[in-house]
């Protein structure tokens, strides 16, 4: 049996002290080549748990990042989610590359928004034995 592969890109621009999205795009990886993200009653419900997924990292990201005082420019956010062939979670992969508008974050920083990003409620409700790996890297 063949595992299920799901991939989802964001990027993002952001305003004021609490990173608030200014815009951001989602893109699909399908039919070999990044497309845009159309959320409608048509959309998969596996495709919209792994948006879920990246939103709710993104969400967590921005949040914790203020908490800090890290202002933020722009982030790429991507996600890769396995799925065996019946649907179950194998692993998540969850990467995002911040530009910062102000701030230096400290390693206590960065360990921090990581460890709050991988309790996001759609995380924290995760099976057991999921494989989880969150990459934030700041410039």
């Known amino acids: 049996m063949t595992d299920r592969h799901f991939r989802l ?3 993002c621009n952001y305003h004021g002290e609490q990173n608030e999205p200014d815009d951001l795009t989602v893109e699909v990886w399908a039919s070999e080549q990044w ?5 409608d009653v048509s959309t998969p419900g596996f495709l919209m748990f792994v948006y879920t997924m990246l939103t709710c ?3 967590y990201l921005r949040a914790n990042a203020a908490e800090r ?3 933020l420019a722009n982030a790429e956010g ?3 989610v396995i799925a065996n062939s019946e649907w179950e979670l194998l692993s998540i992969e969850v ?3 911040v530009t910062l508008q102000s701030g230096e974050p400290s390693t206590d920083d960065k360990e921090y928004i990581i ?4 309790v996001c409620p759609v995380s924290k409700n995760l099976r057991e034995g999921v494989e989880k790996r969150t990459k934030v890297r700041f410039s």
Do not use: C, G
Request: avoid cysteine; charged fraction near 15%.
């Open 95 to 97: 990467d995002f590359d």
């Open 35 to 39: 497309q845009p993200l159309q959320l």
């Open 9 to 11: 890109r964001l990027h």
């Open 78 to 80: 991507a996600i890769h």
């Open 115 to 118: 460890s709050r990003m991988l």
């Open 69 to 71: 005082n890290l202002v």
């Open 57 to 59: 990292q993104h969400m």
